[in-house]
């Protein structure tokens, strides 16, 4: 069936080191597909995001790469600050514009040792 | 982020009895979602509605009744039928589907 699955599980590394978070998707028809940040007790919120006619973007020490043709997208962080542990998931749009919806990984938990 | 709530934050059942968890967008987004969170599982999807009248079941459906009598409001039932309930519910809402998706703050249920 159609899923999203995202390793690794948990992530833990030193202050100032990179963190890369990797996701696959099944419905080739995927064409968008974000990060979403939530920190302890809040509610998710997105970092970043990705259409499938962009093979890359990136925001200050964020960005996400994109191959259509292996189905996979990869979060990646560089100097990264104890302010970035949190759980982050990645998604994917299952199905047309009108119909679709968002299909959620099961999440990494980033842990950014001081 | 703002424009989407959820009530109450908190929420106890007792076994046997229905539940129902209000979402509420002041956004004028048409698409709206329900995902249950329970711990390294990530969200799971249980509804989503693209438009007024119109709602489909996701992967976690069973156990769960919803209704989309109006746009901003995309209420979630829990039943009696549903075998686990206790978990953290978050609604969300997008302009249309395959765009960002905002979150309510969540409502934790506990089946006491």
């Known amino acids: 069936g159609e899923n999203v699955e995202q390793h690794p599980s948990t992530l833990s590394v030193q202050e100032g080191d990179s963190a890369v978070i990797k996701c696959t998707y099944s419905?080739?028809?995927?064409?968008?597909f974000p990060w979403y940040k939530q920190e302890l007790g809040k509610r998710p919120q997105l970092i970043i995001d990705i259409r499938s006619n962009v093979g890359e973007k990136k925001d200050q020490r964020i960005a996400v790469t994109l191959n259509k043709t292996a189905k996979h997208f990869s979060l990646h962080i560089t100097e990264t600050q104890p302010e970035d542990s949190a759980v982050y998931f990645c998604a994917a749009s299952i199905g047309s514009s009108n119909t679709g919806k968002l299909i959620f990984g099961q999440g990494t938990t980033l842990q950014v040792k001081p | 982020d703002g424009g989407i709530t959820q009530s109450p934050k908190y929420l106890f059942r007792k076994e046997g009895q229905n539940v129902t968890l209000s979402c509420e967008q002041n956004?004028?987004?048409?698409?709206m979602y329900w995902y249950r969170q329970d711990p390294g599982q990530g969200l799971r999807l249980i509804y989503y509605s693209q438009i007024v009248n119109d709602f489909q079941k996701g992967d976690i459906a069973e156990g769960y009744s919803v209704s989309r009598e109006k746009k901003e409001s995309f209420p979630l039932t829990v039943t009696s039928a549903q075998k686990n309930p206790t978990a953290f519910y978050l609604c969300a809402s997008s302009i249309l589907a395959g765009t960002e998706a905002f979150f309510g703050q969540g409502t934790r249920l506990t089946v006491v």
């Open positions: 419905d080739s028809a995927s064409n968008y």
């Open positions: 956004l004028n987004h048409d698409a």
